[in-house]
């Protein structure tokens, strides 16, 4: 484990696997850097790059300072970047895809691409006002420390299927899980609304948008209204894929984007 500091102080745990450009790891809610599907992911994405895979703020061995807000975590990915180099690739997974987006229009050159993987915004107005009805539930949970309830009520409610999520207590990580169960109401505020497509317009980054093609067609919706709106966006769908994503079959789409000289 490697750690370095964000602005505003907070510690930041990180893994570096591989070797090539460096590519910053966002990851979406619940997940860790020593999750071991992040882990299988990061180790996937080594054979072609040198992949930075971090503990977001309150998560792992990462440190929360509060309050938080998106500035911050955007501090945390430029801190992340300054780590590689300074300059690197972004890949942000469902929430983590807000973020990249987020660091895209707030960092400067240090961000040489990004691609998004299913960007976890809400789509229309309907699914905006459901998941306020989850996020006050969420909300209700944490505020009497009901941690592991708060979990298994947001994936359920975000559309993992109802087995999975009774099966987690089994999983390998899942104190973990619930420890950075708080850290959800982060996430809900970067997804709670509508894709930001004014704002998108003014992004310079190359951009690669992907999504699953087995995944919710609301997530379809918000693909598709990013890709009008980023200037020059590449578009994918990736054939068989849902939104936990087989790093196997995206990782041909991530070296074809980020490792493609223009001109």
Not at 10 to 37: E, H
Not at 55 to 77: A, K
Not at 210 to 233: C, D, E, F, K, W
Request: include cysteine; glycine fraction near 8%; hydrophobic fraction near 40%.
């Amino acid at each position: 484990m490697k750690t370095t500091h964000s602005k505003d102080g907070t510690v930041l745990a990180y893994d570096v696997y591989g070797s090539g450009p460096a590519l910053i790891y966002i990851t979406g809610a619940s997940c860790f850097r020593s999750f071991m599907p992040v882990v299988q992911d990061a180790k996937a994405f080594a054979k072609e790059f040198t992949v930075y895979n971090y503990d977001r703020r309150g998560r792992g061995d990462s440190g929360n300072t509060l309050p938080w807000t998106v500035e911050r975590e955007v501090e945390d990915i430029e801190a992340m970047i300054d780590a590689a180099g300074g300059k690197a690739y972004l890949y942000g997974h469902s929430s983590g895809a807000v973020l990249a987006f987020e660091a895209a229009l707030r960092s400067g050159d240090k961000v040489q691409k990004m691609v998004m993987y299913d960007a976890s915004y809400v789509h229309d107005e309907t699914e905006k006002a459901q998941y306020q009805l989850l996020s006050r539930t969420i909300h209700k949970l944490l505020d009497t420390g009901k941690n592991a309830a708060a979990m298994r009520t947001f994936l359920q409610g975000i559309g993992m299927p109802r087995v999975f999520v009774s099966l987690l207590p089994l999983f390998p990580g899942w104190r973990t899980m619930k420890a950075l169960a708080p850290t959800l109401a982060y996430d809900i505020v970067l997804t709670s609304d509508l894709p930001p497509v004014e704002r998108a317009t003014e992004v310079t980054v190359p951009t690669q948008i992907i999504v699953g093609q087995r995944s919710p067609t609301g997530l379809h919706a918000v693909a598709y209204q990013l890709r009008r709106a980023i200037p020059n966006a590449a578009f994918a769908e990736l054939p068989g894929q849902d939104h936990m994503v087989g790093a196997k079959a995206l990782l041909p789409r991530l070296v074809g984007f980020l490792k493609h000289k223009e001109g």
